[in-house]
């Protein structure tokens, strides 16, 4: 099956700085992944749509310039949450599109990230 | 727009009981549904997907759903609960080319001894 890693699954930083997550697709390429943002008992909020080769589509009232998505080859996408403050504490999951001859084109989830912001 | 809407954000069962999780489902074009499940610190996992042919999905686990169009609903059932069934569980809907999935709102799932 199709298999999605993130790294890192955990990270710890103080506020002001800017962190890095990965979002792999290991076995299948993904011209489209999806960021999504989980607080703590609630549902998975879609942050942004990123295509491979051009700009990310970011959902309402989600900062692009806060959080800065790349999505360079066609089993990569990072999301930077730059200047992080406590507030951005959260569970980030991502998710890649399989588009090989899948009617649906299904999408397969990231393990998750769970960033905390001192 | 697609949405969906889970009924109960949380529910209570016995070991051996039926599980039932309401999913209401809202979507201008056929829809493709999902349930996923999440256990704590996790991301999702599928449990099973309708994506247009049988109404009756079954999926892992011993879970299943029917998709009824008539009441716009597509609720996950398990005859009978396993401790290990405990965890939250997510419906979702997208259109044809799941370019917007959407998710409900979560149900967690607890296991009685």
């Known amino acids: 099956g199709a298999v999605v890693s993130q790294h890192p699954s955990r990270v710890i930083c103080k506020s002001g700085t800017s962190v890095k997550i990965e979002c792999r697709s290991l076995d299948f390429q993904a011209t489209t992944m999806f960021w999504y943002r989980q607080f703590p008992k609630k549902s998975l909020m879609l942050m942004a749509t990123s295509n491979e080769g051009s700009k990310a589509t970011y959902e309402q009232g989600v900062e692009k310039d806060k959080f800065l998505i790349n999505h360079a080859s066609l089993t990569l996408s990072t999301l930077t949450v730059t200047s992080a403050h406590p507030e951005d504490s959260s569970f980030y999951i991502c998710?890649?599109?399989?588009?090989?001859?899948?009617?649906?084109?299904?999408?397969?989830f990231g393990p998750g990230t769970r960033l905390t912001v001192l | 727009a697609q949405s969906v809407t889970q009924l109960g954000s949380h529910v209570s069962v016995s070991e051996g009981a039926l599980v039932l999780l309401r999913c209401n489902y809202s979507s201008s074009v056929p829809p493709y549904l999902f349930w996923y499940v999440q256990y704590p610190n996790q991301g999702l996992q599928l449990l099973l997907k309708y994506t247009s042919a049988a109404t009756l999905v079954k999926g892992i686990n011993g879970f299943e759903a029917e998709f009824k169009k008539s009441e716009t609903s597509f609720h996950l059932t398990k005859p009978s609960a396993h401790m290990r069934d405990a965890a939250e569980y997510f419906c979702a809907v997208s259109d044809l080319g799941n370019n917007d999935m959407r998710f409900g709102a979560g149900t967690r799932l607890t296991v009685k001894p």
């Open positions: 998710s890649a599109r399989d588009q090989r001859g899948n009617s649906y084109n299904e999408q397969f």
